[in-house]
């Protein structure tokens, strides 16, 4: 019995609580409302793949800038690149040092061709700076170096070959 009450006290109070009218274009209304929520999600799903992009962007840009480590063999390259190239420097010095009349036509025309191989081992350098990958070229620099070489080694033969007739005609 006590339920009964309670259920039509619920109804009385229901009907005294008469919801208001709806105005005639209230579907309309609602629905720009739902429309308008649902641009401002699209624009703001857009912005936030923008910032995705954004941050990709900036990302792989600075990641051009961050030095790569270098291979084991462009750092073996370097030490031997060190050490020929001094090697190179101090036997030009010497025959510098060493230069007489006699000889000086010798190492004239020596200069020549080792600024020659010098000049092609700044131009594969130069390529190997662009495309540090390419170990063909670290092959190349070091042959060329090694031709300086070669080619030092050569004139100090015939400088000494050239010392040596002048010696012996001095002792003629």
């Known amino acids: 019995m006590k339920e009964q009450k309670i259920k039509e006290q ?6 005294s609580l008469q919801a208001p009218p709806l105005e005639l274009d209230h579907e309309r209304r609602f629905l720009t409302r739902l429309q308008k929520k649902k641009l401002k ?15 990709c962007i900036g990302l792989s840009s600075v990641l ?3 030095p790569k480590q270098n291979s084991s063999e ?25 230069q007489t009349p006699e000889n000086q036509e010798i190492l004239i025309r020596s200069k020549q061709q080792l600024l020659e191989i010098q000049n092609n081992y700044h131009q594969i350098y130069k390529k190997w700076g662009e495309n540090p990958d390419q170990t063909q070229l670290i092959q ?26 002048n010696h012996e005609e001095y002792q003629i």
Do not use: C, G, P
Request: net charge positive; glycine share 0%.
């Open 74 to 98: 462009v750092l073996q390259f370097q030490k031997a690149e060190f050490y020929l190239m001094q090697h190179i420097e101090e036997q030009i010095t010497s025959f510098e040092k060493e």
């Open 10 to 15: 619920f109804q009385k109070w229901e009907q």
């Open 41 to 55: 999600s699209r624009q703001k799903r857009l912005l936030q793949w923008a910032a995705v992009a954004l941050l």
């Open 64 to 66: 051009q800038y961050i």
């Open 140 to 165: 190349a620099l070091i042959s060329n170096l090694n031709t300086q070489i070669n080619l030092l080694n050569d004139i100090n033969i015939t400088l000494q070959n050239l010392k040596n007739r």
